[in-house]
């Protein structure tokens, strides 16, 4: 969807210009040239940015930043102001708009800047849509699970989050770690601040400061402006450092420097920046087995694990299953507008299933069955191949137990006739000790 901007400037070559340019990169415009026009667009319109001068025709431009931050809080505001009225700017800013430019201006360091400040305003939307998902679907309460594995959790979660140490969620992948680190940051102290998610694995290695840490301008080719990284967004909330074991050595060292004394550099900077940050972190590796095999700093390790959460695989609490797959087939129902149902022998087979994918792989499973089913009812067969195949398997592999079993004891009842009872010749014949012929005849519960 076309972002929507807000343009109020009374030059009007200016405006023109201003107006074009960023048509041309695809924003939909909506200029006017009286502050007084601005203010009735405001109350009746849904920018997504604003762009004002300061000083206008009507209201001026710090009347239009207080409308705004009162109709539209999440709406950045830019200021543009003359060389001499600077200082209106600065005040501008600390009664929260987002950036000033002085005029006159390159258009590309304008389009650079609506860019950053549509940018953050999309991470603040994002921050609040999950929130609402999370109340929604997983407010403490409502994370899944009734086994006491997973109760075990619950009780350290509701500790943890009342604290504002640094966590260690260990687990295998698909067990949910992203869904805890987002339920211990909302209900923490911080909860109506950002939680900032980074997948470690997912960033490349070139890349991956510059994302964490952000950039001063001309630090390197093509850095047009200075760019905040995510432990800037984070700033007074939560980082959530997913997959954290494969983060290279050196950015390692950068992140143990912010646990220790809350500070980073940017790329091209020579001054510390001071960040009030929870960190949470995350992975699916043995750090100790990293740390020995030198892929892992130690004293990041001991930092890190201030307290550990360890989430259980889904296949040693599979008492859980049911009420998982009700969650789920709810939210998919809902979401495709259908009414469809798993039948009891499918959730026999889902229970009987090892979920080497844990809860990922199952929520997959209901989402694929639910859009792919034929009539309201699942069954064994609707549910995906590998499944019923691995079903399959053990049931053949049960069977030829079992006819392995019957045999033996055939063989058995066969050599104890022969020797009359004698269980001393029995065993000899039979190659194996009294003792195990004992426990065989006990085992096939053999009354001879």
């Known amino acids: 969807m076309s972002k929507s901007i807000l343009v109020v400037e009374d030059e009007k070559i200016l405006r023109i210009s201003l107006t074009d340019a960023l048509k041309t990169e695809g924003y939909t415009v909506f200029p006017v040239a009286d502050g007084n026009e601005a203010l009735v667009a405001l109350a009746e319109g849904d920018f997504s940015l604003v762009i004002t001068d300061i000083r206008l025709p009507g209201a001026s431009g710090v009347d239009i930043l207080r409308k705004s931050l009162t109709e539209a809080p999440l709406t950045p505001v830019i200021m543009m102001t003359a060389y001499g009225s600077i200082k209106d700017a600065v005040s501008a800013i600390r009664s929260g708009a987002f950036d000033y430019i002085t005029k006159p201006f390159d258009l590309d360091e304008m389009l650079v800047t609506v860019a950053k400040a549509l940018e953050i305003q999309c991470i603040a939307e994002e921050n609040i849509r999950l929130k609402k998902e999370l109340s929604s679907y997983y407010g403490a309460p409502n994370i899944i699970g009734e086994s006491k594995a997973m109760q075990a959790v619950f009780a350290l979660l509701g500790k943890v989050s009342r604290t504002a140490s640094t966590v260690l969620i260990l687990g295998e992948s698909g067990t949910g770690k992203e ?24 960033l490349p290695t070139e890349l991956i400061e510059s994302e964490l840490f952000g950039y001063e301008k001309g630090a390197f080719t093509g850095a047009g402006a200075r760019k905040p990284g995510r432990f800037d967004l984070a700033d007074g909330g939560t980082i959530f450092l997913d997959e954290i074991g494969d983060l290279p050595l050196l950015t390692q060292t950068k992140i143990l420097r912010v646990l220790e004394d809350r500070t980073f550099e940017r790329l091209g900077s020579t001054g510390s920046v001071k960040v009030d940050v929870r960190i949470i972190a995350a992975t699916n590796k043995d750090l100790v087995e990293e740390v020995k095999a030198g892929k892992f700093r130690e004293d990041l390790y001991y930092r890190l694990n201030v307290i550990p959460l360890v989430l259980p695989p889904l296949r040693t609490r599979k008492e859980d299953i049911p009420l998982l797959l009700y969650a789920f087939t709810r939210r998919f129902n809902d979401q495709m507008g259908t009414n469809v149902v798993f039948a009891p022998e499918a959730v026999g087979v889902l229970m009987n299933y090892a979920f080497p994918g844990n809860v990922r792989e199952l929520l997959n499973i209901v989402e694929r069955s639910i859009a ?10 609707d549910l995906p191949a590998h499944i019923t195949k691995t079903r399959q398997e053990k049931t053949s592999l049960s069977s030829l137990q079992e006819i392995i079993a019957e045999a033996e004891q055939i063989h058995l009842i066969k050599i104890l006739k022969l020797t009359k009872g004698n269980r001393s010749r029995a065993a000899e014949i039979l190659g194996i000790s009294r003792k195990t012929l004992w426990e065989k005849i006990n085992l096939h519960r053999l009354d001879l």
């Open 179 to 202: 869904l805890i680190a987002s339920n211990i940051h909302y209900q923490s102290a911080r909860k109506d601040k950002p939680i900032i998610r980074v997948n470690c694995a997912a």
């Open 372 to 381: 792919l089913a034929n009539d309201k009812t699942i069954r064994p067969a």
